[in-house]
């Protein structure tokens, strides 16, 4: 993955073709975007699941934090 460029328009393509060429078992999920800001937490942390890292840690923190 070290020559998978990051924050680019082909970052998800990229990546899938490194692990399925390296015989990982990849399963593709609903398509998330990224969270730059506290205030992009809100609807991603809803669509994950309850029990997920993502989500628990950001159940943590506020829209009024930074």
Same mark, same amino acid.
């Given at each position: !993955?070290?020559?998978? *460029?990051?924050?680019? *328009?082909?970052? &998800?393509? !990229?990546? +899938?073709?490194?692990?399925?060429?390296?015989? +990982?078992?990849?399963? +593709?999920?609903?398509? +998330?975007?990224?969270?730059?800001?506290? &205030?992009? $937490?809100? &609807?991603? =942390? !809803?669509?994950? =699941? *309850?029990?997920?890292?993502?989500?628990? $840690?950001?159940?943590?923190?506020?829209? &009024?934090?930074?």
């Amino acid at each position: !993955l070290r020559d998978v *460029p990051m924050s680019a *328009p082909d970052t &998800g393509k !990229l990546t +899938l073709e490194a692990l399925q060429y390296n015989d +990982l078992r990849v399963v +593709l999920t609903e398509e +998330l975007g990224d969270v730059d800001t506290v &205030g992009d $937490i809100g &609807g991603h =942390a !809803l669509r994950t =699941a *309850p029990m997920s890292r993502f989500r628990r $840690i950001t159940a943590t923190v506020s829209v &009024g934090e930074a």
